[in-house]
């Protein structure tokens, strides 16, 4: 089995493939000061549940935007299953052609999903992943990885409104019955949901002037349901899509 494993900066998903199949995915909120110990004791409780050995993980890959901790997740790994994980990083084979100015600065996690993409989608591809930063990552017809924007995620919105204003409270981002909110809560759900489709609608117009036509345009991320159906332009929800990204970029560097 292949043990798929996201960091994130808010969250960390694992992902369990047997073969090409996914068979189970689990979420654990980021802490950047748990040692490999703690962090094994966490995915060694969630392997148990699903009636997983430890000897029946014979293969990891990582993608990682928090640096601390891809140094903890190669120690669990080496230390509890005998293992080196893939690093999805500059110089591992992706099947992309990266046009980034520098490709270094650009984060495995958006590498996975275009590989994702790719995989799964014809191209040219719009990748709209939405959690703790809302990326848009744009794959051209010849598969080609071509850039995109970055704009805060509705989380740092919601918290930059309650944190930077004496009297609007936290408010549970889910989508409100109208675009006129009649009290504080409605109001700030309409803005918060409704404001990031028409932002991510305006940016996927955008982008798909520049390369000419539609394409495919597919989101991903823990916000991703919630959003889309409040968009014009989002074709396919896939939540694990950076998931499979990693496990089809762990696959090409298998041969």
Known sequence: MLLAIDIGNTN??????KDDDLQATWRIATGVHRMPD???????NLLRHRGVDVADVTQGALSCVVPPLLTTFNELFEKYFNIQPLVVSPGVKTGIQIRFDNPRELGGDRISNAAGALSLYSSPIIVVAMGTATAFDTVSKEGEYLGGAVAPGLAIAAEALYA???????????RPKRAIG???????QSGIIFGYAGLIDGIVTRIQKELGEKGTVV??????STIARETKTI????????LIGIKAIHAMNQA
Do not use: K
Not at 38 to 44: D, K, N, T
Not at 164 to 174: G, I, K, M, N, S
Not at 235 to 242: A, E, S
């Open 12 to 17: 960390i998903t694992v992902g369990m493939f």
């Open 38 to 44: 703690e962090y094994a004791v966490i995915l060694l």
């Open 164 to 174: 930077r204003t004496a009297a609007l409270p936290r408010v549970e981002l889910v």
């Open 182 to 188: 009649t009290n504080t809560i409605a109001a700030m």
């Open 219 to 224: 989101a991903t991320g823990g916000y991703a």
């Open 235 to 242: 074709n396919h929800v896939n939540p694990d899509l950076t």
